[in-house]
């Protein structure tokens, strides 16, 4: 077990405080009683000090220096030195709270056993009294750090878990923005490299199109990437349903015609939901231009009086492969990352060939 530094300049102090005041205590001890025999002597103070000094190893060797404190502390009392007993209850405390407590009884059976040798009947209770109390006061303090230290993990493993959800948001946000801007750029510099040299002009729409789309792409990455440095605003605004309209116009720009409807009375919605309707139709819309194969999609949100239902249907393959689905050959986040979105709201997304033909993604969100 590692100490830091902080730790070991405690019990340095904490040694050096139970040397001087049982030391103290001893000499003190000694001229009051004012007999001869009742002094410590020289071997009886190295005693008090060698107890003191093992405080120094209490944290990693427990259960060894309440053992030498014990047999110091009795031998320094039979020497004389019969105020040694602050290092005993430090040492004590420590096996208790580092969870040695069958040594930690033991040492009070032993340290009452001889200390009882020539006590009386009512001393001897007054001990016992005295022993249990010890022992009762230093398992509840066992008992109340263990419990902080528990809170504190909990604390802990609770920050653990947001910043990884965190993560896993911005991973998400990050991946539908490149994927989206890349699959409009892509078509469009295809366009535009084959039509380059039969119809300029419309090469020159490709090429203007792929500048406007990666200038949004930028900021909405630069959105995306503010949380990471918590500035104070946006660099874009936030994503929701009011901006679908504009991802239909970056598919209509890469030569794939959407339509966008609603049903149903339009209200706003939570800022989650919005934000989680506007990422899975954005990643819909991404694989029905990547991977569908046809020309042509349609988005309906329809609006529940307790929740949100969106459709997104292309009229391409039917097949999941390239869609973002396990196995397939697209990107293996398209699909799980509109599922994760959705159930993190308590939602849920479904996903699949359409009986006529095409695929169609359907989401559910409360709201």
């Not at 001229?31 to 020289?42: C, D, F, K, L, V």
């Amino acid at each position: 077990m590692t100490t830091t530094a902080r730790q070991r300049a405690t019990d340095v102090a904490i040694a050096a405080l139970v040397t001087g005041v049982e030391l103290a205590a001893s000499l003190a001890t000694s001229r009051w009683h004012g007999a001869p025999e009742s002094r410590p002597g020289t071997f009886g103070i190295i005693l008090v000090v060698t107890s003191g000094l093992a405080l120094l190893a209490r944290r990693r060797y427990p259960v060894a220096v309440l053992a030498i404190v014990l047999g110091t502390t009795l031998g320094a009392n039979a020497l004389g030195a019969r105020a040694a007993w602050l290092g005993l209850i430090v040492a004590f405390f420590t096996a208790v709270l580092r969870g040695r407590r069958a040594a930690a009884i033991a040492s009070l059976v032993i340290g009452y056993a001889a200390s009882v040798w020539n006590g009386t009947a009512e001393s001897n209770l007054l001990l016992a009294a005295g022993l249990v109390t010890l022992l009762s006061v230093a398992e509840l303090t066992r008992v109340a750090a263990a419990r902080t230290a528990a809170d504190r993990r909990g604390r802990e493993e609770a920050a653990a878990r947001r910043a990884s959800d965190e993560r896993l948001a911005i991973a998400r946000d990050l991946h539908d923005v490149v994927a989206h801007s890349i699959s409009v750029i892509n078509v469009q510099a295809n366009t535009a490299l084959h039509l380059m040299d039969r119809q300029p002009d419309r090469a020159r729409e490709a090429l203007t199109a792929i500048r406007e789309v990666s200038g949004q792409a930028l900021t909405e990455l630069g959105s995306v990437l503010s949380a990471l440095r918590d500035t104070a605003a946006p660099l874009a605004p936030a994503p929701g349903v009011a901006r679908l309209d504009e991802l239909a116009a970056r598919a209509r720009d890469a030569g794939f015609a959407v339509s966008v409807a609603a049903e149903g009375p339009a209200r706003p919605l939570p800022a989650g939901v919005d934000a989680a309707a506007y990422r899975i139709v954005q990643e819909a819309l991404t694989n029905a231009v990547r991977h569908s194969g046809g020309r042509a999609a349609s988005v309906l949100l329809r609006y529940g009086d307790e929740d949100l239902v969106i459709e997104v249907s292309d009229d391409g393959g039917s097949g999941p492969v390239g869609r973002g689905a396990a196995g397939g050959a697209g990107s293996g986040n398209g699909l799980a990352g509109m599922a994760e979105r959705a159930r993190a709201l308590g939602g849920s997304v479904d996903a699949g060939p359409r009986p006529g033909g095409g695929f169609l993604v359907l989401a559910r969100l409360p709201g």
